[in-house]
Nanobody, 128 residues
Framework: EVQVVESGGGSAQAGGSLRLACHVSEYADDSWCVAWFRQAPGQEREGVAAIYTGGHLIDYADSVKGRFTISQDNAEKNSVYLQMNSLKPEDTGVYYC????????????????????WGKGTLVNISS
């Protein structure tokens, strides 16, 4: 069973930065689609960013482009990070990491939230 564990959440002030980490216990294939999602209180879950671990395909939601960066650990492909800069109060929420087959990263399918393996989430709270 694939285990997905997020870490790095916490509190920050608007304009600050946080870095989230996602560790995946194993990949069924050589590469996967790994994505970050978030859910603010009272709102639906939304896709934030995705990365294809076997290449250079990266995708972002418009709301975070230019502020967030998703990356993969070059030495440890089982770890994916989300660097969040210029944080805003509206970035507050529970952030989830999820994995899916390679194809999910293409055509924006990942943003539908139809991923296979999910972590339990990590809370991010941004104050103004």
């Amino acid at each position: 069973e694939v285990q997905v564990v997020e870490s790095g959440g916490g509190s920050a002030q608007a304009g600050g930065s946080l870095r989230l980490a996602c560790h995946v216990s194993e990949y069924a294939d050589d590469s996967w689609c790994v994505a970050w999602f978030r859910q603010a209180p009272g709102q639906e879950r939304e896709g934030v960013a995705a990365i294809y671990t076997g290449g250079h395909l990266i995708d972002y939601a418009d709301s975070v482009k230019g502020r967030f960066t998703i990356s993969q650990d070059n030495a440890e492909k089982n770890s994916v990070y989300l660097q969040m800069n210029s944080l805003k109060p509206e970035d507050t929420g529970v952030y989830y990491c999820a994995t899916g087959p390679t194809g999910y990263c293409f055509g924006g399918y990942w943003s539908s939230g139809d991923m296979l393996n999910w972590g339990k989430g990590t809370l991010v709270n941004i104050s103004s």
